[in-house]
């Protein structure tokens, strides 16, 4: 098993190949400074490493593409800081890291319902589309916060609507759904916002609002709200 960032960065040459590389091109990932690993061979080489934030910070500081996914899958919620948070933030080249970072690491940090609406205003592709993946995370992920604090994010998912870049956009709808997913009062209240949004004469707001109403108005989705709604203690509202 590798030790340190420079025996895994030679761990993930050795085992990258060209054809993974440009797989990676239909799906919308840069191969340039990607080693070509797939990501269940980063799954198993993070559980055999275990958490190691210094072995983290050092492996997104080399900028390759795997490096800084296995980064984000090593990281130590416990000491990830605001300032950690902004420059790996403000360093998302695609939607694999940006969404991997997110959903492995950032979404478990503390104060993570405060980066979320910061960098859901950055003018940057990625960090955008990091706000409001992490707002779709928190969503997924973070059961005991309050329906409040996945309120305040509906403001700016309808804002958010209005970018045509296409990473952000299909990040906003994400968040959206996720909302409407945690029980039938944020459903209503992510119905009606995808709803407005639906039925908006701007091109970019009427997809986010579409493609969020193809899940909302699931059958499945309703009934599973009912069941799990049933089942669960009264939440803060």
């Not at 761990?11 to 797989?23: H, I, N, T």
Request: charged share 30%.
């Amino acid at each position: 098993m590798p030790h340190g960032a420079a025996d895994v960065l030679k761990w993930l040459e050795k085992r990258g190949s060209e054809r993974v590389r440009q797989g990676m091109a239909r799906y919308g990932l840069p191969s340039e400074g990607a080693f070509g690993v797939p990501m269940g061979a980063l799954l198993k080489l993070a559980k055999q490493l275990g958490t190691d934030h210094e072995l983290s910070l050092a492996l997104w500081e080399s900028g390759r593409y795997e490096a800084r996914l296995l980064a984000a899958l090593v990281g130590d919620a416990r000491r990830v800081t605001r300032r950690q948070m902004d420059e790996w933030a403000r360093g998302f080249r695609s939607w694999g890291d940006c969404d991997t970072v997110c959903f492995k690491l950032f979404d478990r940090v503390p104060f993570a319902f405060e980066r979320a609406p910061r960098w859901a205003g950055s003018p940057r592709e990625f960090e955008k589309r990091g706000g409001f993946v992490l707002m779709a995370c928190l969503a997924l992920h973070e059961r005991a916060a309050p329906d409040a604090a996945f309120r305040r994010f509906l403001p700016l998912v309808e804002a958010g609507a209005a970018d045509e870049r296409n990473f952000v956009a299909k990040g906003v709808s994400w968040a959206l759904r996720a909302i409407g997913e945690r029980n039938p009062a944020l459903h209503a209240a992510a119905t009606a916002t995808a709803k407005r949004l639906a039925d908006s004469k701007d091109t970019a707001r009427r997809w986010v609002g579409k493609d969020a109403l193809r899940e909302l108005a699931s059958p499945k989705l309703r009934a599973r709200l009912a069941r799990r709604a049933a089942a669960a203690p009264r939440r803060k509202r």
